[in-house]
């Protein structure tokens, strides 16, 4: 009779069909085969003391819990991910497919006039940029010239705090 057994559908390393079991004895069975060609890969047979069956029954059970439930969260992602891109595409058609029927709808006239539109939209801002771009180069020139401003003001106040300063000395020293 089988005590306990484990097995996993396919490493994602080696691509391998794996399963253990351990008889009450205490004899552990492993056995491993390549999940294309379904030929063994490795086999063993090894007894474990009372404690190690423990420690292997309770790793064993561990692994069964974590597995699980990243098989559920994969499971639950995965839905979440298809159901949000079915319904990205779902809009996305729904608006295409009114716009569609909207322009198929209107005369020749009437689509000129919305091209002419949105021309006249976009022409606006972009002359709305190109003014903002203006300002903003005026500004940064303003801000040029006052930092050349307020440089030259510095130099000459440290050149006059410098001759006073020697003024200062040299009628101190007299």
């Not at 008889?23 to 390549?34: C, F, H, K, L, Q």
């Not at 890969?41 to 064993?60: A, C, D, Y």
């Not at 819990?65 to 991910?81: D, E, F, P, Y």
């Not at 689509?111 to 022409?123: A, F, G, M, T, Y």
């Amino acid at each position: 009779m089988v005590g306990g057994g484990t097995g996993s559908l396919m490493s994602r390393y080696d691509h391998a069909l794996s399963s253990s079991a351990t008889v009450p004895d205490g004899t552990e069975v492993s056995y491993r085969m390549n999940a294309t060609t379904m030929s063994p890969v490795e086999s063993s047979v090894f007894t474990l003391s009372p404690q190690q069956r423990s420690v292997r029954s309770n790793h064993h059970s561990y692994i069964r819990k974590v597995s699980g439930t990243k098989k559920l969260r994969m499971i639950l992602i995965g839905s979440l991910a298809i159901s949000a891109t079915l319904l990205l595409c779902t809009v996305a058609y729904i608006k295409l497919a009114g716009k569609v029927r909207v322009y198929a709808n209107t005369d020749a006239a009437a689509w000129k006039q919305e091209l002419s539109d949105i021309v006249r939209n976009l022409e606006r801002k972009l002359k709305r940029i190109e003014n903002d771009n203006e300002y903003l180069k005026q500004r940064l020139m303003d801000v040029e010239t006052e930092k050349i401003f307020l440089r030259e003001q510095y130099e000459q106040q440290q050149a006059e705090a410098r001759r006073a300063t020697v003024n200062l000395r040299g009628t101190i020293a007299l």
